[in-house]
């Protein structure tokens, strides 16, 4: 019917008619139908039928034959939409050889796997974003509003560079897409998309998780969400035509936090366009840094992976080595992210590759002969074997060189940096190298290094219990442990700031907790030290509350034991936050039974256990001192 449809169509217009594109199945293109189409508009109208045609392919079973209702080679579409959602069987398809005009054969795992790879994460993204705007509203008081000048800051050199390189990318992202879909080539987006997803999940949120959760600052909190929601957003709306369900889930949410005056705002999605870049915040230098930095790290995970040694275990020293001295000081300068991410605590940078590794270099015989022929392998082999330092940097900056009156395309030539074997065969070496240069892991364990992971081991233990018992990251609390072993107690006492940086609260030994304070929850962990067997400790999370000198207010106010008692019972019931607050202005007045008493903070009452053990040993000291301290004969 479509088919005498068109044709009539050709023969009533008065004008010549083309579309500005069409759409058709390969099979289409060879078949009598789409053939009569170019025939009549070319005959009839004297023009051509279309501008721009978009082929693909044919989708067939897994089994490669046809999709057969007879032969039930197929799930029910519908069957697999309710269980994965239509998004993903779209996005699977789209992200296909059938955008290039091969065929695919379809496999339900691979739907699966969009929803594993690409959708799970993406939601984990915009997830993690709206839990700590909540919880940004909650401690500000405020309502979050996007704010699109932030972005302009990242032209700033103080910009966080994280923040800077993202921003880079998206806008960068946005300037590609605009012009590849302009072009038509649809098989060029979604895989560029899909890459910035994975740079998104895997990479910002994962470096800036304590930024996104507000531990820096109050300002640097506010601009960390604002460049992930207009990331997020920028994304969402090129997303939407390939995933319209999620993209639209995730534009309903965030639109409560966009301006109605702005460009962004809209009843829905759909009803916006591509968002303009602006070319002054593209800056494919730190894009450059950032992937080099990307690729030590990527490096220092393979070594990993190879010595079955898992990422929670230090190590002592990664050592950089390359050539470019550019990519030397760009790792240098995020050295950092690469610390935390391999679990070292130190790098060096070395220059002298040559010293350290060689290149081999041999040609891709299979490339070469279906391009150029079997007959030019002889001569080229051993030019491309003797390929210099000059040469190889050439080609693999400008992706082709000439050899023997012979260009040479990307693929074409075979580069494997190989470490040395004084290197490679060291037992407490891990090496590993790409074309940008070589990294060296020093692979053997220490005690030291075994105490520092018990350290992190806790520590990462305590945040866990700290979620399974509903404790939040803003609720405020005290953490007291008990060891019931030397070894295990001397690794805490040398490591309290490995710990503290994690579980943002000092762990103080349970000796010292009050007998009124609230426990939260409480737990054990055991760990093997050295040779003397698994010890263990176990902590209890406390609720936080002003504590109480009692001895500074007995000497201060003369007071009946049942008097004290209200009073201290009276504090207590103050909520913390309001109590720490009041107690900002010096002291706190709390009345017990007519009695007024006035409570100065570091005399009578301290904000945290801390604090008040802080004071105690200070005195402590000072009265040591003056034990001590020599007596002076001379006017006797």
């Avoid at 923040?163 to 946005?174: C, G, K, M, P, V």
């Avoid at 240098?332 to 060689?358: F, P």
């Avoid at 939260?520 to 010890?535: H, I, R």
Wanted: hydrophobic letters at 40%; charged letters at 25%; proline letters at 3%.
């Amino acid at each position: 019917g479509t088919y005498w449809t068109v044709i009539f169509f050709f023969f009533k217009q008065k004008t010549a008619y083309e579309m500005q594109r069409g759409l058709v199945g390969s099979e289409m293109c060879i078949r009598d139908r789409f053939y009569t189409l170019l025939v009549i508009s070319t005959a009839i109208k004297n023009s051509h039928c279309f501008k721009n045609l978009i082929v693909h392919g044919l989708i067939l079973a897994k089994d490669g034959k046809k999709m057969s209702k007879h032969l039930h080679n197929y799930t029910d579409p519908v069957e697999l939409a309710n269980k994965t959602g239509a998004d993903a069987i779209r996005l699977y398809m789209i992200n296909s050889p059938v955008v290039r005009a091969d065929s695919l054969k379809f496999v339900d795992a691979g739907v699966e796997g969009v929803v594993r790879d690409v959708l799970l994460p993406w939601y984990n993204a915009f997830r993690f974003l709206i839990q700590n705007i909540t919880r940004w509203e909650m401690l500000t008081g405020k309502q979050f509003v996007y704010d699109e000048t932030v972005k302009e800051k990242m032209l700033l050199p103080e910009a966080n560079v994280m923040d800077r390189w993202i921003t880079a990318s998206n806008q960068n992202l946005i300037r590609f897409i605009k012009v590849e879909m302009e072009n038509y080539r649809l098989y060029t987006v979604v895989p560029r998309l899909l890459e910035f997803l994975e740079q998104l999940t895997n990479w910002y949120v994962r470096l800036n998780r304590s930024r996104l959760k507000g531990v820096t600052s109050a300002e640097d909190w506010y601009v960390a969400l604002n460049i992930l929601f207009d990331v997020l957003l920028n994304t969402n709306i090129m997303m939407c035509c390939y995933t319209p369900f999620t993209s639209e889930m995730f534009y309903q949410n965030m639109k409560k936090g966009i301006p109605e005056k702005s460009h962004y705002y809209a009843e829905s999605i759909h009803f916006l366009t591509i968002p303009e870049f602006n070319a002054k915040l593209i800056d494919e230098e730190i894009e450059k840094r950032v992937r080099q930095m990307q690729g030590v790290i990527n490096l220092g995970r393979l070594v990993r992976d190879k010595k079955n040694l898992p990422v929670k275990q230090p190590l002592s020293l990664l050592s950089v080595i390359t050539k470019d001295t550019k990519m030397l000081q760009s790792v240098k300068e995020l050295e950092k992210y690469v610390t935390e991410e391999l679990n070292i605590l130190s790098v060096e940078y070395k220059e002298n590759q040559g010293d350290y590794a060689k290149f081999n270099v041999s040609p891709n015989f299979k490339v070469i002969g279906e391009r150029l022929g079997k007959q030019v392998i002889k001569p080229l082999k051993p030019a491309i074997e003797k390929m210099t330092p000059e040469q190889i940097k050439e080609y693999v900056t400008n992706k082709q060189i000439t050899l023997e009156g012979h260009t040479l395309l990307e693929g074409e030539i075979v580069i494997e940096p190989v470490f040395l074997e004084k290197y490679s065969n060291d037992k407490d070496l891990g090496c590993a190298s790409n074309l940008d240069g070589c990294i060296m892991l020093s692979i053997k364990i220490t005690e030291e290094l075994n105490k520092i992971r018990i350290a992190r081991e806790l520590a990462s233990h305590i945040q866990k219990a700290r979620k399974e018992g509903g404790v939040n990251i803003e609720d405020a609390v005290e953490i007291y442990y008990a060891a019931e072993g030397a070894d295990i107690k001397a690794i805490i006492e040398a490591n309290k700031s490995v710990i503290r940086q994690v579980v943002k609260v000092p762990l103080i030994e349970l000796k010292h907790m009050p007998k009124h304070a609230i426990v939260l929850f409480k737990d054990q962990y055991e760990a093997t030290v050295g040779t003397n067997g698994p010890q263990r400790i176990s902590y209890l999370i406390c609720q936080s509350h002003l504590v109480l000198d009692n001895e500074a207010l007995a000497k201060k106010y003369k007071l009946k034991p049942a008097v004290f008692h209200k009073i201290l019972k009276n504090m207590l019931a103050m909520p913390y936050s309001d109590a720490k607050k009041a107690l900002e202005s010096g002291s706190i007045t709390i009345t017990a039974d007519g009695v007024t008493v006035v409570l100065e903070k570091g005399k009578e009452v301290y904000p945290t256990i801390e604090e008040y053990l802080a004071a105690k040993k200070a005195q402590m000291l000072i009265l040591i001192k003056l034990i001590i301290q020599p007596v002076s004969y001379t006017h006797l």
